[in-house]
């Protein structure tokens, strides 16, 4: 049996919910911007959607797991399931073409983005923004030191006469 909440539970959970929604418009969009500069599949709208979708389930589960009498639900079973359902979309993004393999870091990203979702769903709003800086530093700086590492390794040695 699921007791509904009472109204005025109601306005508080909407309030919490623009919070969240909010939250995770932002959080997907940054992430989002940084992609979509960059001409890459998965960007501003796509992350966006992603984190509001992880966080729309969070809270579902909450919910639901919290509206169940007598025997409490367990809210991690939804998040598992938001893990599965985003490994499918990331392998989606995968592509493998005469040897060389393209959208691993567009699959890595929509299960990170995932993450930042989960968590503010679960109410970790702080470590949501947290990793949100950390997946967009790893995006922007760690690609230049990526590049100019690359770079350096396919330049040829100074020739010494």
């Not at 109204?7 to 909010?22: P, R, T, V």
């Not at 992880?54 to 809270?59: A, E, I, K, N, W």
Request: charged fraction near 10%; hydrophobic fraction near 50%.
């Amino acid at each position: 049996m699921f007791v509904l909440p009472e109204m005025a539970d109601q306005g508080h959970l909407l309030n919490e919910f623009l919070l969240k929604s909010g939250i995770a418009i932002f959080c997907g969009g940054i992430i989002g911007i940084e992609r979509e500069l960059k001409r890459k599949p998965a960007g501003f709208r796509t992350n966006i959607l992603i984190c509001l979708g992880s966080t729309y389930f969070m809270l579902v589960s909450l919910l639901i797991s919290g509206m169940s009498v007598g025997r409490p639900g367990d809210p991690g079973r939804v998040a598992a399931q938001v893990v599965t359902g985003i490994g499918f979309l990331g392998a989606g993004a995968i592509i493998q073409s005469r040897g060389q393999i393209a959208g691993l870091t567009t699959a890595a990203l929509i299960w990170v983005v995932a993450s930042v979702g989960l968590l503010i769903g679960s109410g970790y709003q702080l470590l949501a923004l947290v990793g949100t800086t950390l997946i967009f530093l790893t995006l922007t700086v760690m690609g230049m030191v990526e590049r100019k590492i690359l770079n350096a390794k396919s330049e040829p040695p100074p020739n010494h006469h």
